[in-house]
């Protein structure tokens, strides 16, 4: 897979990651999960070149970064690593609506337990992973710069942010990532932080790069999505919503089938040509789906495509309820 470096001052890695918090957190909850075979796929993503690796401490909660640290003994230098802190499950029963707590003393004591569940000294990129309403995020990336320090975090990111906030965190520390939902029915973040971004030379990391797997082609109707699966909580997956946001997987899927691509590709590929430093990080626990996605990195969609993809409609729905 060809590459790309993480922003200006960041490693390279390959244009197309893997997002793993699927592997343990969110998805089809009711399932047993197969950790041996998110194994698998975790090795066969570096074999593939996808080496940018995604989780965060609330997803399980804990269990995925466990996941990850049996996934890269071994592997470790073969990976560049990412997680998040900042956002914490209240109660003894995981909530589906974890809440920000982007504290200092929050982000000192989670940066070491990371490291552990993640079998590692550092990671590569340590994200704030939302921005905590009641600390200034002034004080929340300063704790994530004492990481740095340390060398427990080569690089800091933030997740879900405007240009302000980029802005005020740059004051404190140099910013290498921002990573916030983009794809083809959430586009949002292409009018401002996009290009502010790129300005500055920070990658920007789209998380659910394939609409939570609706522009696929999965999905027809509500009732085919899993029960206990996050997605029956959102707003563009309720049946009237979806209905009309068919739509907008028939268009990707009339591309894919005229340019000899799988729906998914023509997704990634559209979110791939926003940007020199656009790293999307799709996650897919099963192999099919692992090589479809990296397999974008080789589609190459013409100025047409891109226009009748940039036409389409803004999606039923809201992100979330």
Same mark, same amino acid.
């Not at 990481?147 to 427990?152: F, I, L, Q, W, Y």
């Given at each position: 897979m060809r590459t790309t470096a993480l922003g200006s001052k960041g490693p390279e890695v390959g244009v197309v990651g893997l997002g793993c918090m699927g592997m343990s957190y969110g998805y089809d909850m009711s399932t047993q999960r197969d950790e041996d075979a998110s194994v698998a796929v975790i090795h066969q993503a570096l074999d593939l070149g996808m080496t940018f690796l995604d989780t965060a401490d609330v997803y399980g909660p804990y269990t995925n970064e466990q996941l990850i640290g049996r996934a890269l003994r071994g592997h470790r230098d073969r990976a560049v690593l990412a997680t998040k802190v900042g956002?914490?499950?209240h109660g003894s029963d995981a909530s589906p609506r974890p809440m920000p707590n982007g504290s200092p003393d929050h982000i000192r004591r989670s940066v070491d337990e990371s490291l552990r569940r993640l079998d590692t000294d550092h990671v590569d990129l340590y994200y704030l992973h939302r921005v905590d309403p009641e600390v200034p995020i002034e004080e929340s990336v300063g704790a994530l710069a004492e990481?740095?320090?340390? &060398?427990?975090a080569r690089?800091? &990111?933030? %997740?879900?942010?405007?240009?302000?906030?980029?802005?005020?965190?740059? %004051?404190?520390?140099?910013?290498?990532?921002?990573? %916030?939902?983009?794809?083809?029915?959430?586009r949002d973040w292409t009018r401002e932080v996009l290009p502010h971004c790129q300005e500055q030379g920070i990658a920007f990391v789209p998380y659910s790069p394939l &609409?939570?797997?609706?522009?696929? &082609?999965?999905?027809? %109707?509500?009732?085919?999505?899993?029960?206990?699966d996050f997605r029956r909580g959102l707003a563009r997956f309720q049946q009237d919503a979806l209905r009309q946001n068919l739509a907008l997987a028939d268009k990707v899927k009339q591309i894919a089938g005229r340019i000899g691509a799988t729906p998914a590709q023509v997704a990634l590929a559209w979110v791939l040509a926003q940007g020199e430093h656009v790293i999307p990080i799709p996650g897919t626990k099963t192999p099919k789906y692992l090589h479809d996605n990296a397999g974008a990195a080789d589609v190459e969609l013409t100025s047409a495509d891109l226009a009748e993809l940039d036409a389409l409609p803004v999606p039923t729905g809201g992100r979330y309820f």
């Open positions: 956002m914490v499950h990481a740095v320090s340390a &060398g427990k690089h800091i &990111g933030l %997740s879900e942010v405007t240009v302000e906030q980029i802005e005020r965190a740059q %004051s404190v520390h140099p910013i290498t990532a921002v990573q %916030s939902e983009l794809s083809l029915w959430t &609409g939570k797997g609706f522009l696929t &082609g999965r999905f027809t %109707s509500f009732d085919e999505l899993p029960q206990d």
